[in-house]
C-alpha cells in the first residue's frame, strides 16, 4: 500500500532514470549556472564509463574555460597550451595506437590559435575524437570576440558589433574539415534541451566507436552559450542562441561515414 | 670491435635516436638540420624499433606533440635550427613547467631573424637561461664532436628522465654538417608500455583502478601553491648543478692563460693553443660540455692559476658573462668572437689573446 512504501523501496537499481556517471571527480564544476561546458562533459564522461574504455583514454584539456576540465573528469589528461591540443593528441595516438584519445577545445582554442594544429590534425587522418564547444566567444577571458563570433554581436573586443569589413567573417570551422580527406565524421551538436543532449551524446558516443575503426578524425562541434560573456541570463541566452547562432551555425551531421 | 661509421653530425643525432629505443621523433625541414629528419624517414626506424617519425605541420606543433608524447611517459623528442627554436620556446616552457623529460636539438645558424644558415653560438643565453617564459632551465649539453653528437642523445635522455627535465642539445651547423668517424653503440630495446608505468608512475597512461588520475600540467591557480612549485624546480636546479657538471680541460696543468670555449670554438682553440705553445705561451683550454649547469667552479679555481681568461664564442658574447660570474671578476676576461656565420680562425684566435694579455 501507497503509505507503506519507504524510501528503500524506492532507491533501486530498477527505478534509476538518472545518475551522475562515476566519471565525475568529487570537485565541484566551476563553469557559470547555465553554461553548456558542464553538460558537454558529463556526455563525454558518460560515453567513457558506458564504453568500459576508462583505463584506455587519454583526454587533452584546452586554454579556456574547459581548462581545468582535468579536476573533474576522472581520467588520465594533460592541459595543452592554447590550442594545441590536437598536436598532443596527435603524439599521443600514434604511441599509443591502441588507446581512445580525445581533445576537448572551445572557438579561440580550436578555430583562431589552433587553427593550423587543428586543421593539419585533421588533414593526416589522426585517429582521435575532437570536441568542438564553440559559444562565439572567449568565454574564460572575459566576452573578447572570438573567430566564430556573429556579424554584429558584440563583445568586449567588438562594443559596437562585429563589423565585417574591419573584423573579418566568423569561421565555421566545422564546414571546413568536413572537406578535408582525413576527418571520418563531422558533426554539430547543441545541449540546450533534453531532446538535443540526447542526439549530442549519440554523436560523441559515434565518435568514440570510430576509433575503433581507425578511420581518421571524428570531430563533434557543440554550439553552446556563454552566458557570461553574451551578458545575458542563461534562458534567454538560449533562446538567443536558437535564434542567432542556430541559422549561422545549423545543427546536424556534416559529414557521415558512408558504412553508416 | 665496434661498428665504425664516417658520418654526418645530423645524420649521428639520428641514428643515435633510433639506438637508444626513442619512442618518437617529431620534426619540421629548417637548414643547417633537415639531415636529422631526411635519415630518420630514410632509415623507416618503425620497421626496425617501432619508433614513431613525424614530419609536423611547423616547429609550434612538432614541440607540442614532443609535450604530448613525453606526459605519456615515451622517450621523444624534435630537433630544429635556430629560428625554429625559437618557435618551439612556447612548448618547451609548458614542458619545463609540467617536469617531463624530453630531449630537444638546436642545430645553431647565425641570427637574429631569418639571419643565415652558417654555423653560429649565438642562442647561448636562449638555451642556458630558460628562452620562454618563466623561472626554468633546461639541462645543456654542448657536444664539439660528431661522436658527441651520437652519444649525448642518450646521456640527455638519462638526464632528462632522472630529472624529469627537459635537456637540450646545443650544436651548432658546423657540426651539424661535418662528416667524422663515429662508434655505433648497440641497440637499446624501447620501453614496454608495462616498462613505462613502473618508471614514470605519473605518465597519462589510462587511468586504471590501483592509482588516482594522472594530470599532466603546468597551471596552478593559487599564487601560493604555485611559488612552492617554483621553490621545487629551483630546488631541482640546484641538485643538477650539484650532481652533472661536465667539462674538458685541455693543457690547463700549467696554463698561465686560459680559452673557454663549447663546440665548434672549442675545436679551433685546440689548434690556436699548439701555435701558442710553439711560441712558448702557455695556454689551455677549458671546455664546458654541459652549459647548465656551468662549470663554474672549476673556473674559480682557475682564476687562481691563470693571469686571463678569453673565451671565444661565436657571438658577440654571450657565455663570457657566466664565465666572468664563475670567477667573480677576479681576472681579466675577455671575449673574441665572429658573427653572422662565420667561423673564427686558430690564428685570429691567437692574436686575439696575445693583443689581449701580452
Ligand atoms: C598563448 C595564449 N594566448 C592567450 C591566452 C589567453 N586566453 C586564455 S583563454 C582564451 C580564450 C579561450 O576562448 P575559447 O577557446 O573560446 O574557450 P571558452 O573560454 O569560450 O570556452 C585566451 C585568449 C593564453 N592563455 N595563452
Ligand atoms: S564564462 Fe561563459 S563559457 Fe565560461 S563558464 Fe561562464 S558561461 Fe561558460
Ligand atoms: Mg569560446
Request: hydrophobic share 40%; with cysteine; net charge negative.
Amino acid at each position: 500500500m501507497a503509505e507503506n512504501i519507504t524510501n528503500k523501496d524506492i532507491v533501486k537499481e530498477e527505478n534509476l532514470v538518472f545518475k551522475k556517471t562515476s566519471l565525475f571527480t568529487e570537485k565541484p564544476l566551476s563553469y557559470c549556472p547555465g553554461c553548456g561546458h558542464g553538460t558537454a562533459h558529463r556526455l563525454v564522461l558518460e560515453t567513457i564509463e558506458e564504453m568500459g574504455i576508462q583505463s584506455e583514454t587519454i583526454g587533452i584539456a584546452p586554454v579556456g574555460c574547459s581548462v581545468l576540465a582535468y579536476e573533474f573528469m576522472d581520467i588520465d589528461m594533460q592541459q595543452a597550451a592554447h590550442g594545441r591540443a590536437p598536436a598532443l593528441a596527435t603524439a599521443i595516438k600514434r604511441l599509443y595506437p591502441e588507446k581512445f584519445v580525445f581533445t576537448y577545445q572551445g572557438d579561440g582554442d580550436l578555430a583562431a590559435i589552433g587553427t593550423a594544429e587543428t586543421i593539419h590534425a585533421c588533414n593526416r587522418g589522426e585517429n582521435i575524437v575532437i570536441i568542438f564547444v564553440n559559444n562565439g566567444i572567449y568565454g574564460m577571458t572575459g566576452g573578447q570576440m572570438a573567430p566564430t563570433t556573429l556579424p554584429g554581436m558584440k563583445s568586449s573586443t567588438s562594443p559596437y558589433g562585429r563589423e565585417v569589413i574591419s573584423m573579418g567573417n566568423p569561421l565555421k570551422m566545422t564546414e571546413l574539415v568536413a572537406q578535408l580527406p582525413g576527418t571520418y565524421y563531422v558533426t554539430r551538436q547543441a545541449v540546450h534541451t533534453p531532446g538535443a543532449v540526447r542526439k549530442a551524446k549519440k554523436a560523441i558516443k559515434q565518435a568514440f566507436e570510430n576509433q575503433k575503426l581507425n578511420k581518421g578524425v571524428s570531430f563533434v562541434e557543440i554550439v553552446s552559450n556563454c552566458n557570461s560573456g553574451w551578458k545575458m541570463e542563461p534562458v534567454q541566452a538560449n533562446e538567443w542562441m536558437v535564434e542567432n547562432m542556430f541559422p549561422f551555425y545549423p545543427l546536424g551531421d556534416i559529414k557521415v561515414p558512408a558504412e553508416q | 670491435m665496434k661498428e665504425l661509421r664516417l658520418m654526418k653530425g645530423n645524420e649521428a643525432i639520428a641514428e643515435a635516436a633510433i639506438r637508444a629505443g626513442v619512442d618518437g621523433y617529431f620534426g619540421y625541414p629548417i637548414t643547417p638540420q633537415s639531415e636529422v629528419l631526411e635519415y630518420l624517414m630514410a632509415e623507416q626506424p618503425e620497421k626496425r624499433t617501432g619508433m614513431v617519425v613525424l614530419q609536423a605541420e611547423s616547429e609550434v606543433a612538432a614541440i607540442n606533440m614532443v609535450y604530448g608524447g613525453a606526459g605519456a611517459g615515451k622517450k621523444v623528442m624534435t630537433s630544429s635550427s635556430s629560428p625554429g627554436i625559437s618557435l618551439k620556446q612556447e612548448g618547451i616552457t609548458y614542458i619545463a613547467g609540467a617536469e617531463l623529460p624530453c630531449l630537444i636539438v638546436n642545430v645553431v645558424r647565425g641570427g637574429p631573424g631569418l639571419g643565415t644558415i652558417q654555423p653560429a653560438q649565438s642562442d647561448y643565453f636562449q638555451s642556458v637561461k630558460g628562452g620562454g617564459h618563466g623561472d626554468y632551465r633546461l639541462i645543456v649539453l654542448a657536444p664539439a664532436s660528431v661522436q658527441e653528437m651520437y652519444d649525448f642523445v642518450g646521456l640527455a635522455f638519462e638526464l632528462a628522465f632522472k630529472y624529469r627535465n627537459p635537456a637540450l642539445i646545443l650544436s651548432d651547423g658546423a657540426i651539424g654538417q661535418m662528416m667524422e668517424k663515429v662508434e655505433i653503440s648497440d641497440q637499446i630495446p624501447r620501453w614496454t608500455n608495462e616498462e613505462i608505468k613502473k618508471m614514470s608512475p605519473w605518465a597519462t597512461t589510462g587511468k586504471t583502478p590501483d592509482r588516482p588520475h594522472n594530470i599532466i600540467t603546468s597551471l596552478d591557480l593559487d599564487p601560493h601553491k604555485q611559488e612552492d612549485f617554483n621553490h621545487k624546480l629551483q630546488a631541482k636546479y640546484r641538485e643538477i648543478e650539484k650532481n652533472e657538471v661536465r667539462f674538458e680541460e685541455i693543457q690547463t696543468e700549467d696554463a698561465e692563460y686560459l680559452f673557454v670555449a663549447y663546440g665548434t670554438s672549442s675545436r679551433i682553440c685546440q689548434k690556436s693553443i699548439q701555435m701558442a705553445r710553439a711560441k712558448g705561451i702557455k695556454v689551455g683550454l677549458l671546455r664546458p660540455i654541459t652549459l647548465f649547469p656551468f662549470p663554474s667552479a672549476r673556473l674559480l679555481e682557475l682564476s687562481k692559476q691563470v693571469k686571463g681568461i678569453l673565451t671565444v664564442e661565436m657571438s658577440a658574447g654571450q657565455m663570457i658573462e657566466d664565465v666572468k660570474l664563475a670567477v667573480r671578476c677576479s681576472i681579466p676576461v675577455e671575449h673574441y668572437g665572429r658573427m653572422g656565420g662565420i667561423i673564427p680562425s686558430p690564428a685570429e684566435v691567437l692574436t686575439a689573446l696575445e693583443q689581449n694579455f701580452l
